[in-house]
Every structure is written in structure tokens, then in C-alpha cells.
């Protein structure tokens, strides 16, 4: 289990914790959009990646409810 501290010495766990959630909630059309949205910009280069999809408010503003 994860401590506060261990949280804050590796801030990257919670926003991977958090994409993780949101992953799981996805509706069948936001992943076929999400995967679309990845194979035209995702190219590996460190540009861009799966976190910045547009589609993640959407996800958690209806999550959020």
C-alpha cells in the first residue's frame, strides 16, 4: 500500500492511478475515439501521449456525477 509520502516523492503514481480509473470507465464509442485519437497522434516521440487525449474531461465530467 502507498503511502502520502511515497505519493509525493513519485507524483506520477496518482495521475497513473487516476488514468487507470478513468481507462476502466470508458464507454465502447470513447475508446474507439481514444484509439483513433492515439493512432493519428501517439508516435512515440514523447510529443504526445495517451494523457493528452481531449476525450478525458468529457470522461470526468460524467464519471464525476
Known sequence: MKTENDVEEHPN?????????LNENLTQVERAELLAW??????????????DWPGWQAVITRISH
Open 13 to 21: 503514481w496518482l495521475s497513473f492511478e487516476r488514468l487507470m480509473l
Open 38 to 51: 492515439e493512432a493519428a497522434n501517439v508516435k512515440g516521440d514523447g510529443v504526445k501521449s495517451t494523457t
